[in-house]
């Protein structure tokens, strides 16, 4: 999906997710379902989570300028952290309430709680439908998991429903609100843990700084690699510095350098390479000061760290 469909997805969906959340608020007050309620809840951030991503879509595709010279891909991820922490919340409010119900159940009409739980799940189909084909977007991949987070919180509502029309039980109802809300607490730190790797400027999980580095101290021409930075800037976007030991020669010679180690980076989805070349090695300044890799006597490689 690029980034007008990203926008008529997040819009459409956005409308579906505000119509059920209505639905389901009447619907389980009516039927005094906990579980119901508790889907409304979700419901609720996810046109959070979709209303946020569609801002952050629009802003995010903003081209780099001179007050943010990477662009504004971290909006995006603004969004994604804002979602993540309202899933938190929302997920404390329901292991309060279900505690309370557990204790002093209430009387619940099925046939209505039933009737507004398919309802939502067939919203919550379609919009995991428009979302979920092929996103790359950590943005609308976060809104697409608030959206397939609540089908599951969906089908559990309609098993609670069932179970208390068939047998009675009165617990089944607190019991499906509080495995809703442990959803929403997995969906919510997933968000969160994976926002702040990126506000952190941790290097990306997928990625290894000590595998890039050794493979640079391998291009022909390289003497040693040192100061590597590398970073996310936005989701599936990576920015790369370091300061390349070189033979000393002309700037031309070395220009050769720099394309196979800027080639090299970018078969592994780095684009945003900053380099600088140097004919001397470098002070002791902290991790990979210097590597460099030479042949040993059995045809390994050995590490030189200064």
Excluded at 105 to 129: K, Y
Aim: glycine share 10%; aromatic share 6%; hydrophobic share 50%.
């Amino acid at each position: 999906m690029d980034q007008r469909d990203n926008k008529k997805g997040l819009i459409i969906s956005l409308a579906i997710t505000l119509a059920l959340f209505g639905v389901e608020v009447i619907g389980g007050i009516i039927s005094n379902s906990l579980a119901l309620l508790s889907d409304a809840g979700h419901v609720l951030t996810d046109a959070l989570a979709l209303g946020l991503s569609l801002v952050a879509a629009h802003i995010s595709g903003k081209a780099p300028d001179g007050r943010a010279t990477f662009g504004y891909r971290k909006v995006g991820i603004l969004a994604a952290l804002i979602n993540g922490v309202s899933l938190l919340v929302i997920a404390v409010f329901i292991f309060v309430e279900s505690y309370q119900r557990l204790l002093s159940p209430p009387t619940i009409h099925v046939r209505s709680m039933l009737i507004i739980a398919v309802i939502g799940l067939a919203g919550n189909l379609v919009m995991a439908w428009i979302l979920g084909r092929k996103h790359e977007d950590l943005n609308v991949k976060s809104a697409w998991l608030h959206v397939l987070g609540d089908t599951l919180s969906s089908v559990g509502v309609i098993i609670s429903g069932i179970v208390v029309a068939l047998t009675g039980w009165p617990y089944a109802d607190p019991i499906a609100g509080a495995m809703i809300g442990i959803i929403i607490v997995f969906g919510g730190v997933r968000l969160v843990k994976d926002t702040i790797v990126i506000f952190l400027d941790l290097t990306p999980k997928e990625l290894s700084v000590e595998k890039l580095s050794h493979g640079i101290a391998r291009l022909p021409g390289v003497q040693g690699i040192h100061d590597v930075h590398l970073w996310p800037v936005g989701h599936k976007a990576y920015a790369f510095s370091a300061h390349i030991l070189v033979d000393d020669q002309r700037v031309s010679e070395a220009e050769q350098v720099k394309e196979a180690v800027t080639e090299l980076l970018h078969e592994n989805g780095i684009y945003h390479v900053t380099l600088q070349l140097e004919a001397y090695e470098c002070d002791n300044n902290g991790m990979f000061c210097e590597i460099k890799e030479i042949n040993s006597g059995n045809g390994g490689l050995s590490d030189h760290h200064h």
